[in-house]
């Protein structure tokens, strides 16, 4: 087999693996924090399992999609340099699909703890009235008005 056929190889086994691996840890440790956004555990786990399956069809998707290389690999260090930057735009879009589900459920947790936050009983009904000001604005220097003297 030439060089191009097992960095395609290499590539395939990295990157499922990479995808299996990132999608277990992530079910798996997840289950607690869906629990928290979406309080109820059966909808929780239903929710996790449909994150794995969208998890799976987006990254395998764009691991195969990505596959394609047009051009010649003509020597080991080149497969090396096409196969780590086809892995590390892998990674990086695992890490951009990990950031916006964690950042769309905590946005949902936001608003539902918002929604079910406690409001006040009653609203108010009036107003204290202010105090009056001791004293008036003195001009700088001047000194402060005396009382007349008792008689």
Same mark, same amino acid.
């Given at each position: ?30 289950? $607690? ?6 309080? #109820? &555990? ?7 399992? *449909? =994150? +794995?399956? !969208? ?17 010649? $690999? ?6 090396? #340099? &096409? ?7 892998? *990674? =990086? +879009?695992? !890490? ?5 589900n964690v950042f769309a459920l905590g946005r949902y947790r936001r608003n539902r ?39």
């Amino acid at each position: 087999m030439d060089t191009k056929v097992w960095m395609y190889l290499v590539y395939l086994a990295v990157s499922v693996g990479l995808t299996i691996w990132v999608a277990r840890s992530l079910s798996r440790n997840g289950q $607690v924090f869906l629990e928290e956004v979406f309080a #109820e &555990e059966r909808l929780a786990r239903a929710v996790n399992s *449909l =994150l +794995v399956v !969208g998890f799976y069809l987006l990254n395998l998707g764009y691991v195969t999609v990505a596959m394609k290389h047009p051009d010649p $690999v003509r020597s080991t260090s080149q497969a090396m #340099e &096409e196969l780590s930057l086809k892995i590390g735009l892998v *990674l =990086l +879009v695992l !890490g951009a699909l990990h950031f916006f589900n964690v950042f769309a459920l905590g946005r949902y947790r936001r608003n539902r703890l918002r929604q079910i936050a406690t409001h006040p009983p009653v609203a108010p009904i009036g107003r204290l009235p202010m105090p009056a000001a001791p004293y008036a604005p003195q001009p700088a220097g001047a000194h402060p008005p005396t009382a007349p003297p008792a008689r």
